[in-house]
């Protein structure tokens, strides 16, 4: 099968020989992503235009100032919060501008109906990481399905951590049916308890080498 842009990622993630693919593939590009946002994007206009609407979780500032580029994290965070003073400052008002209620309800403080959720919950790296993570997900079921020797490759594999196990079970149905569908359902559950058994194995005998019994 021909490799492209998206199918080479997969395959070199699942030749690594680690405990998930799909874990390695998301460590690589959140670094990358890190390094990008510390480095040129801080000087590209959309970029931070996206940064000030919806800033980065705290694990990824963290990981921004971390290192030598912590000037880039610097002046994204700069920009980020002379922004987001200004959308609370905004709700402050509407909070202001809500009219008092009447009567027996006179007492109660009102609704203001601001939501605050876009400044807190948002993270604009955890949204693009997501959507890679999705695409590669998609590519893996397509791998599965277009090349057999990439079949053999996940069937030796060593599994996957739980989120991407189910990510895959998830994404199956929308390339595959029928008696595929059952196959690579079969296979990925195979693979998966095959190597949780094994885990489950190794962290045992870790447990009993504790026992002075086992101390050589």
Sequence with gaps: ??????????????????????????????NNYVTSFTGGSVMEPDVRVEVNTKGFCARHF????VGDKRLGG?????????????RLGESRMAVQNVPARGGLFSRKAPATGVDLSPITDSCIL?????????????????????DPSFQSQMKNSKGFCLKHY??????AP??????????????????????LARIEQEIEWFTLKFDHKNAD
């Design 166 to 171: 189910t990510s895959l079970l998830n994404a």
């Design 62 to 65: 963290k990981m921004m100032m």
């Design 74 to 86: 610097a002046l994204m965070a700069h920009t980020y919060l002379k922004q987001t003073m200004a």
């Design 174 to 195: 929308e390339q595959l049916s029928g008696p595929e569908l059952e196959r690579f359902t079969s296979q990925l559950n195979e693979v998966e308890m095959k190597n």
């Design 1 to 30: 099968m021909r490799q492209h842009i998206d199918t080479i990622p997969v395959w070199d993630a699942f030749k690594t020989d680690c405990e998930c693919p799909l874990c390695e593939l998301r460590e690589q590009n959140e």
């Design 126 to 146: 955890c949204d693009r990481l997501n959507a890679t993570m999705e695409r590669y997900v998609y590519t893996t079921v397509y791998l599965w399905k277009k």
